[in-house]
T-cell receptor
Framework: GQQVMQIPQYQHVQEGEDFTTYCNSS?????IQWYKQRPGGHPVFLIQ?????EVKKQKRLTFQFGEAKKNSSLHITATQTTDVGTYFCAGPLIQGAQKLVFGQGTRLTINP | DAGVIQSPRHEVTEMGQEVTLRCKPI?????LFWYRQTMMRGLELLIYFNNNVPIDDSGMPEDRFSAKMPNASFSTLKIQPSEPRDSAVYFC????????????FGEGSRLTVL
């Protein structure tokens, strides 16, 4: 069935190191969204990508949407302890559908 | 804006009891989603409503689960009878444009079924 796959499942880094999580869909996505969930918290929207090949930056975070609109990545430069949490990608797997399906998430832990 | 409001925040109940979770979406949002989160299965979409109408309930685990949205400002997710495997955090989220726009999540209802 249609899925959104995310890797890695876990990532532990030293503070100051970079971090990347990857998201792949079995079908073309009309858009992809990224969320962050702090431990014990709820998912919070970070960004939405719509265009093929789109790249957006938020301070130390860089988001990319693949040319085929089937994959995406989130890269954090020089991680800080405040970056700890689980990062999810999500997409509506059916064109025009409102059914937003989440990847399994990448849990980021940081050694200060 | 108060955001999406869920209640209760925590519920502990015994197997076989009925559980009702409540959600008040953000005013003006026309889509509402119920998700369940567990360590094993991650964030699962249970059901979503558009303009108070259930659009897709294919994620509802079984007949023990039911959801309603009687008006634009209120939704319930009911489990009857509850089982230990239903233990999870249940999130409600709302948006202006369904899965095509940003979802605003509530703080979740943590359910423990003993």
């Amino acid at each position: 069935g249609q899925q959104v796959m995310q890797i890695p499942q876990y990532q532990h880094v030293q503070e100051g190191e970079d971090f990347t999580t990857y998201c792949n869909s079995s079908t073309t996505l009309s858009n992809i969204q990224w969320y962050k969930q702090r431990p014990g918290g709820h998912p919070v929207f970070l960004i939405q990508l719509v265009k093929s090949g789109e790249v957006k930056k938020q301070k130390r975070l860089t988001f990319q949407f693949g040319e085929a609109k089937k994959n995406s990545s989130l890269h954090i430069t020089a991680t800080q302890t405040t970056d700890v949490g689980t990062y999810f990608c999500a997409g509506p797997l059916i064109q025009g559908a409102q059914k937003l399906v989440f990847g399994q998430g990448t849990r980021l832990t940081i050694n200060p | 804006d108060a955001g999406v409001i869920q209640s209760p925040r925590h519920e502990v109940t015994e197997m076989g009891q009925e559980v009702t979770l409540r959600c008040k979406p953000i005013s003006g949002h026309n889509s509402l989603f119920w998700y369940r989160q567990t360590m094993m299965r991650g964030l699962e979409l249970l059901i979503y409503f558009n303009n108070n109408v259930p659009i897709d309930d294919s994620g509802m685990p079984e007949d023990r689960f039911s959801a309603k949205m009687p008006n634009a400002s209120f939704s319930t997710l009911k489990i009857q009878p509850s089982e230990p495997r239903d233990s999870a955090v249940y999130f409600c989220a709302s948006s202006f444009a369904g899965g095509l726009g940003e979802l605003f999540f509530g703080e979740g209802s943590r359910l423990t079924v003993l």
